[in-house]
């Protein structure tokens, strides 16, 4: 941070643990004058926690534009400001992006700091190996919407990223199971870095009873990762035909290398839905 220049630091914050603040989030946070924050009461215990004396001032997805006035007016003070949402990275699925485009466009430096996102930590402990990932964030609230909007991503073959609150997570795993069909793995990251963290792979057609299993499990905070679309792109076909074998009694080894041979869907995948749905038949 340089004295004579002032600018707009974007922050990230803790997702949960706070010990999860980078020592430059902690040196900006203690030198800015002022801290613009998605919801001052949420950050105000945050920056006591940290020793932090900077002024508060708000600056949510409602006041955007005024917050980015009152920033500007700041920086051109010669006072610099530290921009912070309630968790993670401020901008990503949170307000900060209309604010930070305004103090560019006034002239004044924004210094991005890195830290905590939801989405890039569960990625790294998913164990999805695409190469690629999409980062979508949150889904349309109405079903079909969320739908159509699944449509429109279900043959990338990139891995997606979404965030959901717990009040429709049951609902949001029974679109994408609906759309992107049973096959795909999904991981679901709970609650990451805080006391009930729980990461859980499973296939997407397993993921509603295991999330129905227990209340607990549909708790707190989360994000969705799905691994891309089967080689064939159509996950659909491959499930349909898997289904349709497997209730002409045919065993679930021969089931899964037919449907694999006449839709393109992968093997491994077609193997392991027709044991999820033999099992789920069996119960
Ligand atoms: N800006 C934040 C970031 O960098 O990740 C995201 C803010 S968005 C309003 C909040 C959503 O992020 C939650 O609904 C959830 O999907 C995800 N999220 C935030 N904290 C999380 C956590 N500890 N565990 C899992 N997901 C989390």
């Not at 980078?22 to 946070?29: G, I, S, Y």
């Not at 800015?32 to 940290?50: G, I």
């Not at 485009?101 to 991005?112: E, K, Y």
């Not at 969705?224 to 289904?243: M, T």
Request: aromatic share 4%; hydrophobic share 45%; net charge negative.
């Amino acid at each position: 941070m340089t004295e004579e220049s002032p600018a707009l630091y974007v922050v990230p914050t803790p997702l949960g643990n706070l010990g999860d603040i980078t020592q430059r989030a902690l040196d900006v946070l203690r030198q800015v004058s002022w801290v613009a924050a998605e919801d001052t009461r949420h950050t105000a215990p945050l920056l006591k926690h940290y020793g932090v004396s900077a002024r508060l001032l708000a600056a949510h997805e409602h006041n955007e534009e005024a917050a980015a006035q009152q920033i500007v007016a700041r920086l051109n003070d010669g006072e610099s400001v530290a921009l912070v949402s309630d968790a993670g990275t401020p901008a990503v699925s949170d307000p900060g992006a209309r604010l930070v485009a305004r103090v560019r466009q006034a002239g004044f430096r924004v210094v991005p700091l890195p830290g905590p996102c939801a989405a890039v930590t569960a990625l790294s402990a998913s164990g999805l190996s695409e190469p690629h990932f999409l980062f979508y964030g949150f889904l349309p609230a109405k079903a079909r919407q969320r739908e159509d909007a699944l449509r429109e991503l279900a043959g990338l073959p990139c891995a997606l990223v979404f965030y959901e609150a717990p009040h429709r997570i049951l609902e949001t795993v029974e679109s994408l199971a609906t759309v992107l069909g049973g096959a795909r793995t999904l991981v679901i990251a709970r609650e990451l870095t805080k006391l009930f963290e729980t990461i859980h792979a499973c296939l997407l057609g397993e993921a509603l009873a295991w999330l129905q299993e227990d209340a607990n499990r549909q708790r707190g905070e989360f994000v969705l990762l799905i691994s891309g679309a089967l080689e064939s792109g159509d996950d659909l076909e491959g499930e349909r035909v898997l289904q349709l074998l497997l209730a002409e009694g045919l065993p679930v080894s021969q089931a899964a290398r037919l449907a694999h041979g006449i839709t393109g869907a992968g093997k491994n995948a077609m193997y392991e839905l027709a044991l999820s749905l033999r099992k789920g038949a069996a119960t």
